[in-house]
């Protein structure tokens, strides 16, 4: 029985999925029934290292989504359009959609998840976060049984490559991002990745599958790593952290009748050494959950490139190809009720915290006047707003300045920017907040 596929994009990831599909040998033994039957383009004088015919490329990708002889799309061409409007065609048509595509899900969910539940097909996105490594499926099912309390990843290795740089050479942000970008590790417009929207994209659909509910995206906060400064990466070595840009789900807490809210926020954050996340260095994506009963359960691995995407991505084929094995043998027919576990819910709106209601510790680095009374002055500013500190040390002098690095204790982030704000007004006690990062 032969599933008949077709390949929208054949740039890094559309080309790891098509070498998969042609060399089934040794893999699992559906790989054999799958067929690319079309492949949809840009361009078709561009050379591939792929061996097909020629018949089978085309730049015409509404022929392949409307093509009633393929079962399956695979969608990599990426960006929001026209890859929404092919998707929905492809459901709309009773193919099943595979794609790798974060923006397009973060922002799309539910107009595509309701197309697929009203036509019978899945949309299976396994590649769109943490590349090859399984989080989408583990999520949806292995660990469906717990309640999910956190999810916190390093899910965007440009970033990570950068800030594992910057922490081992000691390097500014702005020399490092110019070698990424030459070597291919940041793209030539690196927006996406450093001010922490891809990772915002991901950790949102993340959390919509664990906690069961739709996430409005331009709710997740996002900050990005282009603020952090070689001094903060040393301090934060001296004080035992590492940086790292963290993307974080949390479940508020709640008290009985009120509505659950949701942490959503994406930024810096100063890791403490020992913590499992703190030792995920270069491209390399790490995604820790904590559930009940199940505690804690971390997955590593490479969030990127082309033979892990395309890992994750005919893994989903395979799970559409076998469930589609099933009902042929089955001879099952009329609308496909589809399989719970499998589908993506996405029924109600899941409510997100405002930023300043968000609970975390800070690491604070002030540029003050070097006069007697400074640091009694920060202790002050802070305690008027109930934020209690774990440390406040003053560092290098210079010129008439000295640095002050604080490090508070679990704070609302609105008392916190209260604080701040008085602070910033002292101009004859503080000269600069030169870093302000929250702690993990
Ligand atoms: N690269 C990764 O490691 C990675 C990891 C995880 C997820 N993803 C996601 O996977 C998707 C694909 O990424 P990629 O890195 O493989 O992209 P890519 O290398 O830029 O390839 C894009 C492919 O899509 C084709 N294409 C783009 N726009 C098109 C259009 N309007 N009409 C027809 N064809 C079009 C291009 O055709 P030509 O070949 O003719 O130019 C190319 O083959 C994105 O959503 C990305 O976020 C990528």
Redesign the pocket.
């Given at each position: 029985m032969t599933f008949k596929v077709g390949l929208?994009?054949?740039?890094?990831?559309?080309?790891?999925t098509a070498k998969i599909l042609l060399d089934p040998a040794g893999r699992h033994p559906l790989v054999k029934e799958l067929e690319i039957a079309k492949i949809?383009?840009?361009?078709?004088d561009?050379p591939?290292d792929i061996d097909l015919p020629a018949t089978c490329f085309t730049?015409d990708?509404e022929a392949i989504v409307t093509d009633p002889d393929i079962d399956i799309i695979v969608?990599?061409?990426?960006?929001l359009e026209?890859?929404r409007t092919l998707m929905l065609k492809a459901i709309e048509n009773g193919k099943h959609v595979v794609?790798?595509?974060?923006?397009?899900v973060a922002l799309y969910s539910d107009e595509l998840f309701t197309a697929a539940e009203k036509a019978g097909v899945y949309v299976l996105l396994e590649?769109?976060v943490g590349?090859g490594i399984p989080v989408i499926e583990p999520l949806k099912q292995s660990l469906c049984s717990n309640k999910i309390n956190r999810i916190t990843g390093i899910i965007n290795g440009t970033t990570n490559y950068i800030l594992t740089r910057m922490k081992n050479e000691g390097g500014d942000f702005g020399d490092i991002l110019a070698d990424a970008q030459a070597l291919g590790y940041a793209e030539a417009d690196p927006t996406a990745d450093v001010d922490g929207l891809?990772a915002a994209d991901k950790i949102a659909i993340l959390a919509a599958l664990a906690y069961g509910g739709r996430v409005d995206r331009a709710q997740v906060h996002s900050e990005g790593i282009r603020t952090v400064a070689a001094a903060d990466i040393a301090y934060a070595d001296s004080l035992g952290f590492v940086i790292k840009l963290l993307a974080v789900a949390q479940r508020c807490e709640s008290q009985p009748g009120e509505t659950e809210k949701l942490e959503m926020r994406v930024h810096p954050t100063l890791v403490p050494n020992d913590h499992p996340l703190a030792s995920v260095n270069d491209v390399n994506n790490a995604i820790f959950v904590e559930g009940n009963p199940v505690g804690k359960v971390m997955f590593f691995g490479p969030?990127?490139?082309?033979g892990?995407?395309a890992s994750a991505v005919v893994a989903d084929v395979l799970n559409i190809a076998a469930l589609l094995q099933v009902e042929k043998g089955s001879n099952q027919t009329g609308t496909r009720s589809l399989d719970p576990l499998l589908a993506c819910s996405h029924q109600h709106e899941c409510q997100v915290a405002p930023i300043s209601e968000t609970v975390t510790r800070f690491y604070v680095r002030l540029i003050a006047n070097d006069q007697p009374g400074v640091i009694g002055f920060v202790g002050t500013c802070f305690g008027n707003h109930g934020v209690s500190l774990e440390s406040i040390v003053q560092t290098h002098r210079k010129d008439g300045s000295a640095e002050i690095a604080v490090v508070t204790h679990d704070v609302q982030e609105g008392k916190f920017r209260q604080a701040m704000d008085e602070l910033i007004a002292s101009k004859e006690q503080i000269n600069d907040v030169a870093a302000v990062i929250r702690v993990l």
């Open positions: 929208l994009g054949l740039g890094t990831v559309g080309s790891g949809g383009v840009r361009s078709l561009k591939r730049t990708l969608e990599v061409i990426g960006g026209p890859a794609t790798a595509n974060k923006a397009a590649a769109a590349g891809d969030g990127a490139g082309s892990p995407t």
